[in-house]
């Protein structure tokens, strides 16, 4: 993994991430999980506001566009990290920017 300018670091290429994978990555002291939902990538924290579990762990709803906990079902959505399944309407895990430059994957962090 590498700094760029603007804080955009390069997780991965994109052949080391098949479409319906997702691969954690430290980015910045932040441990990431990147997905790849038919050819555009994601990038949320690894990490479920529940219970702590890893959202690698989980599964892809790739309709929604969203990942489910594995642990208890919590739902979060991709593109914002906004956890779908919470009563409340204003809990997230954090998301970021992902940017593809020729065959390397970049996370905004």
């Known amino acids: 993994m590498s700094t760029t300018s603007n804080n955009m670091i ?3 290429k994109t052949s080391e991430l098949p479409h319906g994978q997702s691969k ?3 980015a910045n002291g932040k441990e990431i999980v990147v997905f790849n ?3 555009k990538f994601f990038a949320i924290d ?3 506001l529940h219970a702590g ?3 690698t762990d989980g599964s892809v709803d790739e309709e929604k566009g969203q990942v489910i906990c594995g642990w ?3 739902g979060y959505d ?3 990290g906004k956890c779908v399944t919470h009563p409340k309407q204003d809990v997230f895990t954090g998301s970021y920017k992902t940017e ?3 065959d390397e994957v970049f996370v905004m962090v």
């Open 10 to 12: 390069k997780v991965c």
């Open 24 to 26: 954690a990555v430290q």
């Open 37 to 39: 939902i038919k050819g």
């Open 46 to 48: 690894n990490l479920c």
């Open 53 to 55: 579990a890893p959202l």
């Open 72 to 74: 208890h079902a919590w």
């Open 78 to 80: 991709l593109s914002t």
């Open 100 to 102: 593809i430059k020729g």
